[in-house]
């Protein structure tokens, strides 16, 4: 078989598998209320034809930032879309290059980014869910499976964003420094507020048994808080430093599992 047949085969079989026309659509919350803090996130079902005529039912993930007046005021100056678009355009491409390069069929670490909109600062992405990826419950801690396939895949995150800064594509100057950190104002609003908000639900709800681990951290001061937190931004050059998550929780992460139930890939 020559190349020029071998070229049409690929394209048909490409082109058989691609949207011809959407017929249908349902958008739904993807997420339980209170799972998301700076974003909606919509599942969006279609049933579509594709070119090759057959009916199928594709699935996206929808995610539009939203803040509320005051959150607006605090993040001021903090464009959390266009950010995280910027990661998939420019980081995760190259890392996905550099997995090429060097053989690497563990898989991304990440979901495909479809579309992104800075004028309305709306991303889609695919659906992992439709690929058998699923959330850990964010409140409880991760198993030992778990955590260690979470660890690796940080570490293969960490390493490909180091040769990446070596080979002089990409920069962490590019990227502000992390706010919950650096950013006073965030850290009073947002940590300190947390903490206070924290408090009064424990007296009002936890019972009796959590009223001295309230008044605990009722002592903590914004100012106190403020300098411990800072402390933890200071390095020297010893330090290894790379791009990194920034905010690598259970809400952050889904995992695809074996049919014993042991996790096997994570996103």
Known sequence: MDKELFEVILRKSEADSKIKRIIDMKMESAVPKGENYTSNILRVTLK?????????????????????????????????????????????????????????????LWCKLIHFSQADSTIILEDLKTSGFSTVKRTEVQDLEHARLALRSIGRYHAMAKVLEDRGLISKEDYRPYALVYDQTIIKNVIFGGIKA??????????????????????????????????????????????????????????????????IQLR
């Open 48 to 108: 579509v034809v594709l070119r090759n005529g057959r009916i199928s039912t594709k699935s996206f993930i929808l995610k539009k930032e939203t803040f509320s007046q005051d959150s607006k005021e605090i993040l001021q100056g903090y464009s959390l879309t266009k950010a995280e678009a910027s990661i998939y355009i420019k980081v995760l491409r190259e890392m996905q290059y550099l997995m090429e390069e060097f053989g690497d069929t563990e898989g991304p």
């Open 198 to 263: 924290l408090i009064k639900g424990m007296r009002a709800t936890w019972g009796e048994e959590w009223s001295e681990t309230a008044d605990k951290l009722n002592q903590i001061t914004a100012e106190e808080l403020l300098k411990k937190i800072n402390s933890n931004g200071i390095f020297d050059d010893s330090t290894f430093k790379c791009l990194n998550h920034g905010d690598c929780w259970n809400n952050n992460m889904m995992f695809k599992h074996d049919w014993e139930g042991k996790p």
